[in-house]
């Protein structure tokens, strides 16, 4: 039997503190999150500042839908879905560039504005008499309706209908407001391409990980803890402590610091890491950043916001966001078993070059393919992407800490080293897998 | 000391000897105290710490990757990976004793196998040596994927 003979039947593979392994690991079940959680739900699409001029794109995808996020003739933004509205040959392939006035089809050469509306059709009257005006080619290139730019974070929900934009993140914006705010000028940019990190695992399996604080000082002792050994023996020479190490370091740090450091999760599936403080709370600024800050924001503010030293906060269902360190990473889902990681960066306009350096090194250091942290965390996944397929045992355990009354609240705090933002995360699963009113898994 | 074109290929040809037959220890002496490994993330990156890179190591965070790699809990490693180096005839850019700068350019297909899987990936090194205590040292290893900017699974030993 296939789950998609029987949709619903998916919402029970899920129960209160455990998950079947269906939902990592069954084509059918990631073919119904493409087709209702990732419409359903409000999905990063890019940065603002990756298209600053009109005419700039950016091409990437929702889901499994490659669409563009393109800066129109009068500034606006519109996410468009990338396929000629004629025989469907992709408009753009580059990831970035700037395409002028319109968008040309190179197969047939129809034009489009870059709002998606049609501008021209080659030899025009062999339309005539055909109903052309009734066809779905002549609506021009779709565009999706449901898209929300948040302080230049652009986002965006295939489908019509459900939750609004400031409903479904409420509070947990707070993140992304507070990694804008570490800029003096209040401003991020974009700087360079992503890492590409390709994983043979399902997404939810690196989503999971992101504010799972009870696996980095067994993950990656292999890697934090040489450094830590090597910086001991060299350290007598020298009287900075180095970026490097100020970085990869604190991943060894022991449970009890991990539980302090608390997790908040918030409704809708989001929340975060690092209450109390972080992995990051302990960087050297030598730089004159944080009087900098003072000047820009007073010395009240500017505290505020340099002692707010959230770690991971996950944006369910498939975002990252690293406030302290200005790192962004997107979990693109491909295959039940096939995951493509993007990690981006950003600049925090105005701040020293110091902060972007750091920056820069954390994410080759942490997210690259090339990352000795890295590695080790991709082959925790990808053994439990095969090991699931053992049928004796068909379940994924999520009980640590749970108290049962959970998610009532808006917002809600638990010891650093709790499964509770996973439970959060499979709560949202089941609640935007259909919307209500739509469980025949047949799209409108 | 006067070094011949022969000298600088036959350090690359050797490096990458090492590095297959996993000569750890002996490769991490080939590198000078500030010496860099950079594998760049973007076609023709000129820019080498303000922007992301796939690696950009000196020494510490090379020892930290060669005993990593034989750690009982380095669990990526468990199988090791092993890998091979198939050079092109290395050309010599620059021979500059005066200023002490040596310049060599080598293409290459580097395979990369543990598990069941085999990696394949091709492109440019570039080395820019110097001569210290009358021995070759790699100031800058330069690696160019010819799909640097590709998505990649875990690249693990050192091309």
């Given at each position: 039997m296939s789950y998609l003979d029987n949709p619903s039947s998916v919402l029970n593979l899920v129960t209160d503190d455990e998950a079947h392994r269906d939902v990592y690991i069954a084509e059918d079940v990631y073919e119904l999150e493409m087709n209702h959680l990732f419409r359903n739900t409000w999905i990063y699409v890019g940065h603002a500042s990756q298209i600053p001029n009109k005419g700039d794109y950016y091409s990437t995808t929702i889901s499994d839908q490659p669409v563009l996020m393109v800066r129109h003739t009068d500034e606006t933004i519109h996410v468009l879905y990338n396929r000629c509205a004629h025989r469907g040959t992709k408009l753009v392939t580059d990831i970035h560039g700037n395409t002028g006035k319109t968008f040309r089809c190179p197969y047939h050469a129809w034009t489009y504005r870059t709002d998606g509306t049609l501008l021209g059709v080659p030899v025009r009257d062999g339309y005539e008499d055909v109903s052309f005006e009734n066809s779905f080619a002549s609506k021009g290139m779709t565009a999706v309706s449901n898209v929300c730019v948040y302080r230049e974070f652009v986002f965006a929900k295939l489908q019509d209908g459900g939750i609004e934009f400031e409903e479904f993140f409420g509070d947990s914006l707070s993140s992304i407001d507070n990694m804008i705010d570490r800029s003096p000028e209040g401003r991020l940019e974009v700087v360079g391409n992503p890492l590409r990190y390709m994983h043979h695992c399902n997404w939810k399996m690196l989503v999971e990980n992101q504010t799972d604080s009870f696996h980095p000082m067994v993950v990656h002792e292999s890697s934090a803890?040489?450094?830590?050994?090597?910086?001991?023996?060299?350290?007598?020479?020298?009287?900075?402590?180095?970026?490097?190490?100020?970085?990869?370091?604190?991943?060894?740090?022991?449970?009890?610091?991990?539980?302090?450091?608390?997790?908040?999760?918030?409704?809708?599936?989001?929340?975060?890491?690092?209450?109390?403080?972080?992995?990051?709370?302990?960087?050297?600024?030598?730089?004159?950043?944080?009087?900098?800050?003072?000047?820009?924001?007073?010395?009240?503010?500017?505290?505020?916001?340099?002692?707010?030293?959230?770690?991971?906060?996950?944006?369910?269902?498939?975002?990252?966001?690293?406030?302290?360190?200005?790192?962004?990473?997107?979990?693109?889902?491909?295959?039940?078993?096939?995951?493509?990681?993007?990690?981006?960066?950003?600049?925090?306009?105005?701040?020293?070059?110091?902060?972007?350096?750091?920056?820069?090194?954390?994410?080759?250091?942490?997210?690259?393919?090339?990352?000795?942290?890295?590695?080790?965390?991709?082959?925790?996944?990808?053994?439990?992407?095969?090991?699931?397929?053992?049928?004796?045992?068909?379940?994924?355990?999520?009980?640590?800490?749970?108290?049962?009354?959970?998610?009532?609240?808006?917002?809600?705090?638990?010891?650093?080293?709790?499964?509770?933002?996973?439970?959060?995360?499979?709560?949202?699963?089941?609640?935007?897998?259909?919307?209500?009113?739509?469980?025949?898994?047949?799209?409108? | 000391m006067n070094l011949t074109e022969v000298d600088l290929v036959d350090f690359v040809i050797r490096e990458a000897r090492m590095l297959d037959e996993q000569q750890y220890e002996e490769w991490l002496e080939l590198f000078t105290e500030d010496g860099i490994y950079w594998m760049p993330l973007e076609f023709g990156q000129t820019e080498e710490k303000l922007t992301t890179s796939l690696m950009y190591e000196d020494l510490l965070l090379l020892k930290t990757r060669v005993m990593r790699l034989s750690g009982k809990r380095t669990y990526s490693q468990l199988p090791k990976s092993r890998c091979q180096h198939l050079l092109q005839i290395p050309s010599v850019?620059?021979?500059?004793?005066?200023?002490?700068?040596?310049?060599?350019?080598?293409?290459?297909?580097?395979?990369?196998?543990?598990?069941?899987?085999?990696?394949?990936?091709?492109?440019?090194?570039?080395?820019?040596?110097?001569?210290?205590?009358k021995r070759l040292k790699i100031k800058l290893k330069r690696v160019d994927l010819v799909n640097c900017d590709s998505p990649h699974r875990n690249i693990q030993l050192f091309i």
């Amino acid at each position: 039997m296939s789950y998609l003979d029987n949709p619903s039947s998916v919402l029970n593979l899920v129960t209160d503190d455990e998950a079947h392994r269906d939902v990592y690991i069954a084509e059918d079940v990631y073919e119904l999150e493409m087709n209702h959680l990732f419409r359903n739900t409000w999905i990063y699409v890019g940065h603002a500042s990756q298209i600053p001029n009109k005419g700039d794109y950016y091409s990437t995808t929702i889901s499994d839908q490659p669409v563009l996020m393109v800066r129109h003739t009068d500034e606006t933004i519109h996410v468009l879905y990338n396929r000629c509205a004629h025989r469907g040959t992709k408009l753009v392939t580059d990831i970035h560039g700037n395409t002028g006035k319109t968008f040309r089809c190179p197969y047939h050469a129809w034009t489009y504005r870059t709002d998606g509306t049609l501008l021209g059709v080659p030899v025009r009257d062999g339309y005539e008499d055909v109903s052309f005006e009734n066809s779905f080619a002549s609506k021009g290139m779709t565009a999706v309706s449901n898209v929300c730019v948040y302080r230049e974070f652009v986002f965006a929900k295939l489908q019509d209908g459900g939750i609004e934009f400031e409903e479904f993140f409420g509070d947990s914006l707070s993140s992304i407001d507070n990694m804008i705010d570490r800029s003096p000028e209040g401003r991020l940019e974009v700087v360079g391409n992503p890492l590409r990190y390709m994983h043979h695992c399902n997404w939810k399996m690196l989503v999971e990980n992101q504010t799972d604080s009870f696996h980095p000082m067994v993950v990656h002792e292999s890697s934090a803890g040489v450094v830590k050994e090597i910086w001991e023996d060299m350290k007598s020479n020298s009287n900075a402590t180095p970026m490097a190490v100020e970085c990869i370091v604190p991943f060894t740090s022991p449970y009890s610091f991990y539980e302090k450091m608390g997790i908040r999760t918030w409704q809708n599936g989001h929340g975060h890491t690092g209450v109390h403080f972080s992995i990051h709370s302990d960087y050297t600024d030598t730089s004159g950043y944080v009087d900098q800050m003072k000047e820009a924001y007073g010395k009240e503010r500017a505290e505020e916001i340099l002692n707010e030293n959230r770690h991971n906060t996950v944006y369910f269902p498939n975002l990252m966001v690293k406030g302290p360190i200005q790192t962004l990473r997107l979990f693109k889902p491909l295959a039940a078993d096939r995951t493509l990681v993007e990690s981006w960066i950003f600049r925090l306009v105005g701040a020293p070059d110091m902060l972007l350096e750091r920056t820069a090194m954390y994410n080759r250091l942490i997210n690259a393919p090339t990352s000795i942290v890295g590695h080790d965390d991709a082959e925790v996944y990808e053994r439990a992407q095969e090991g699931l397929h053992c049928t004796n045992n068909q379940w994924m355990n999520f009980q640590r800490h749970y108290f049962g009354e959970e998610g009532v609240a808006p917002m809600e705090e638990f010891p650093g080293t709790t499964e509770a933002q996973m439970r959060n995360q499979f709560r949202a699963w089941k609640k935007f897998m259909f919307l209500v009113g739509d469980q025949s898994g047949v799209q409108a | 000391m006067n070094l011949t074109e022969v000298d600088l290929v036959d350090f690359v040809i050797r490096e990458a000897r090492m590095l297959d037959e996993q000569q750890y220890e002996e490769w991490l002496e080939l590198f000078t105290e500030d010496g860099i490994y950079w594998m760049p993330l973007e076609f023709g990156q000129t820019e080498e710490k303000l922007t992301t890179s796939l690696m950009y190591e000196d020494l510490l965070l090379l020892k930290t990757r060669v005993m990593r790699l034989s750690g009982k809990r380095t669990y990526s490693q468990l199988p090791k990976s092993r890998c091979q180096h198939l050079l092109q005839i290395p050309s010599v850019d620059k021979i500059d004793a005066t200023n002490n700068d040596y310049r060599v350019f080598t293409p290459f297909h580097y395979v990369e196998s543990r598990n069941d899987e085999k990696e394949l990936y091709a492109g440019w090194m570039k080395h820019s040596l110097i001569l210290e205590d009358k021995r070759l040292k790699i100031k800058l290893k330069r690696v160019d994927l010819v799909n640097c900017d590709s998505p990649h699974r875990n690249i693990q030993l050192f091309i």
